[in-house]
C-alpha cells in the first residue's frame, strides 16, 4: 500500500515569505503529526490533527500552523520565513493514536535564504 | 536536561558484531516506547513498538524497556552493513500524546 506522502520534497524560501507543505497520510489512518527535524534540536513535535482538528500542539510560534481536511490530507503552513525555519519537515500518520505507530514520510526539506 | 537523553555517536562496528543502543528519560510517565531507523534523505522507520516494560523480539532486533531504571535498549544481533544510519528511540505517557525523541546514534557497521 502507499505509504505517506509529502509534497515538495525541497523547497527554497526567501525570508519573510511564506510556505505551505502537503501531507497526504497512509489510507484509512486519521491520525496526522507534525515534525520539525534539525542537526541541533534533532526531532520536534509542532502539531498534531485528528479528523479535522487540531488535538495537540507543540511548542513553536504561532507563524507556525496547519490543518487537516475531510480526506484526512493534511498542510502546515509557516509565515514569515526565517533563517532558522530551514529544516526538514516530517508528516507522520497514524491510524488513531500514537500508540498504533506512526508511518513517516520522507519528508520536506525546507531552506530559507 | 533533555527528557530523552541518546548517545549521538557515531558508533562504528564490524559486520556480525552485536550493538547495543541505548536512552534514558526521565518522565516516569512514559509507557509507549519506540525505536525508529533513518537512513539520510528518508524520514524514520519504525522497527520496534513496546508498551511498558519487558522485552520484544524482532527478527534480528531485540528491545528491552527498563521503567524502574528509566533506561531502553535496542540490540541488533549479526550487524550488517545495511544496519547503517542513524537510531531514534521515541517515547509518549499516552497514545494520544506526542512523541518525545531522542537526538538519534548514528551507526557505522564496517564489512
Known amino acids: 500500500k502507499a505509504g505517506v506522502t509529502q509534497t515538495p520534497r525541497y523547497l527554497i524560501k526567501t525570508r519573510g515569505q511564506q510556505v505551505t507543505l502537503s501531507c497526504s497520510p497512509i489510507?484509512?489512518?486519521?491520525?496526522v503529526s507534525w515534525y520539525q527535524q534539525t542537526p541541533g534540536q534533532g526531532l520536534q513535535f509542532l502539531f498534531e490533527?485528528?479528523?479535522?482538528?487540531?488535538?495537540n500542539k507543540g511548542n513553536f510560534p504561532g507563524r507556525f500552523s496547519g490543518r487537516q481536511f475531510s480526506n484526512s490530507r493534511s498542510e502546515m503552513n509557516v509565515s514569515t520565513l526565517e533563517l532558522g525555519d530551514s529544516a526538514l519537515y516530517l508528516c507522520?500518520?497514524?491510524?488513531?493514536?500514537?500508540?498504533?505507530?506512526?508511518?513517516f514520510g520522507s519528508g520536506t526539506r525546507l531552506t530559507v535564504v | 536536561q533533555k527528557e530523552v537523553e541518546q548517545d549521538p555517536g557515531p558508533l562504528s562496528v564490524p559486520e556480525g558484531a552485536i550493538v547495543s543502543l541505548n536512552c534514558t528519560y526521565s518522565?516516569?510517565?512514559?509507557?509507549?516506547f519506540m525505536w525508529y531507523r533513518q537512513y539520510s534523505r528518508k524520514g524514520p522507520e519504525l522497527l520496534m513498538y513496546?508498551?511498558?516494560?519487558g522485552n520484544k523480539e524482532d527478527g534480528r532486533f531485540t528491545a528491552q524497556v527498563d521503567k524502574s531504571s528509566k533506561y531502553i535498549s535496542l540490540f541488533i544481533r549479526d550487524s550488517q552493513p545495511s544496519d547503517s544510519a542513524t537510531y531514534l528511540c521515541?517515547?509518549?505517557?499516552?497514545?494520544?500524546?506526542?512523541?518525545?525523541f531522542g537526538t538519534g546514534t548514528r551507526l557505522l557497521v564496517s564489512p
Open positions: 507522520a500518520s497514524s491510524l488513531y493514536q500514537v500508540g498504533d505507530g506512526y508511518t
Open positions: 489510507s484509512g489512518h486519521r491520525s
Open positions: 490533527y485528528f479528523s479535522e482538528t487540531q488535538r
Open positions: 518522565n516516569s510517565a512514559f509507557q509507549y
Open positions: 513496546t508498551y511498558s516494560s
Open positions: 521515541a517515547m509518549t505517557s499516552t497514545g494520544f500524546q506526542k512523541l518525545v
